[in-house]
């Protein structure tokens, strides 16, 4: 592991491999203490000293029975984004006396038709994308990864066998091209698609990514919301659409929000093609109002089409609310723009 990498290495990158945006473990060579499905799920798994199942210690996390033969064991998981990957975290979390000595990864690339299918994925070409590397317990264990590929399955190698709690796959979405050819409008903000939110003013309580992950929120913490603003101004989220398109509709989801969520939102757009927006330069943009003044609802969806003006293409959308608040989805319904 090089010693400079740490979680904050990956910060703003996407776990492409997790549940929630659709990851799933397909295969593994042996599940016979705990399931393959638990390296996907979020956290860092937990701990139950005290539980036991028929086959042995309770755990949270991918374990395989104690090799006796030559060989390795292997899980192949479909990543819910394909994408580019720029690291790895393999996390031992509470495997101690049981986890792996090494592991490597190996990434391929299939259509969405070949997705799912067993025999066209063994089949595949792999790549390792990470070579045999070892393994600390109890542990994250962080791994820059140098790969330009865009992938769509992973091979978790694990030397020889044991148990590993949480696999996390962090990189950047790179969606189907045939999305950007759209004539139908697509959420052109989703992480889906590509998009990204690159610069918030504040994100004490949820991050600032929430606001383009799939479906509705599950609860109050599955969004982007700020602290209590005690001074002037107002908090603002910059969105880098996944496609340059022309903006048709916009939800904005308060959902769960019900005494914290914002009095007010305006939306703006600019067209900035190719430059990098953050924190430092979102201010200097030239940003054109689309959604001006408007009053929110608690726990509610709030549609806008009729109230848009409509300044032409845009790269990146900022969302206003007043002063403060939560927010648990922004959806930005528009036609990609040609390439």
Not at 58 to 86: A, S, V
Not at 144 to 164: C, E, K, M
Request: aromatic share 8%.
């Amino acid at each position: 592991m090089n010693s400079n990498t740490t979680a904050a290495t990956f910060a703003g990158l996407i776990d492409l491999a997790s549940r929630r945006v659709g990851g799933t473990a397909l295969a593994a060579s042996d599940e016979f203490f705990a399931g393959k499905e638990n390296l996907l799920a979020p956290g860092r798994g937990i701990s139950l000293p005290e539980k036991f199942t028929s086959k042995g210690k309770w755990m949270d996390g991918w374990e395989t029975r104690r090799n006796r033969t030559p060989g390795h064991d292997w899980c192949i998981i479909r990543l819910g984004l394909p994408g580019r990957i720029k690291g790895v975290d393999i996390d031992t979390n509470h495997f101690l006396g049981n986890n792996p000595s090494y592991a490597s990864i190996e990434a391929c690339a299939l259509p969405t038709r070949g997705a799912k299918d067993p025999s066209r994925i063994s089949a595949s070409a792999w790549t390792e994308i990470l070579p045999r590397s070892p393994l600390r317990p109890g542990s994250q264990n962080l791994f820059a990864v140098a790969s330009a590929g865009r992938w769509t399955h992973l091979r978790l190698n694990i030397f020889p066998d044991g148990g590993v709690a949480r696999l996390k796959v962090y990189g950047e979405v790179v969606p189907d091209a045939s999305l950007g050819a759209s004539k139908s409008p697509i959420d052109l903000a989703a992480v889906a698609s590509g998009g990204a939110v690159v610069a918030a003013s504040d994100m004490f309580f949820g991050a600032k990514e929430n606001l383009i992950m799939p479906g509705r929120a599950a609860n109050m913490g599955d969004g982007w919301e700020t602290r209590r603003r005690r001074g002037p101004g107002h908090d603002w989220a910059v969105v880098r659409l996944g496609f340059p398109g022309t903006i048709r509709r916009i939800e904005i989801d308060t959902n769960h929000f019900k005494g914290n969520y914002p009095d007010r939102c305006t939306i703006e757009v600019c067209h900035a093609r190719g430059a990098v927006v953050d924190a430092l330069t979102c201010h200097d943009l030239r940003w054109k109002e689309i959604l001006s003044v408007t009053k929110l609802r608690p726990h509610r969806r709030h549609f806008f089409a009729r109230q848009l003006a409509a300044p032409g293409a845009a790269t990146h959308l900022r969302l206003n609310i007043f002063p403060d608040g939560g927010v648990s989805r922004l959806r930005i319904w528009g036609v990609p723009s040609p390439r």
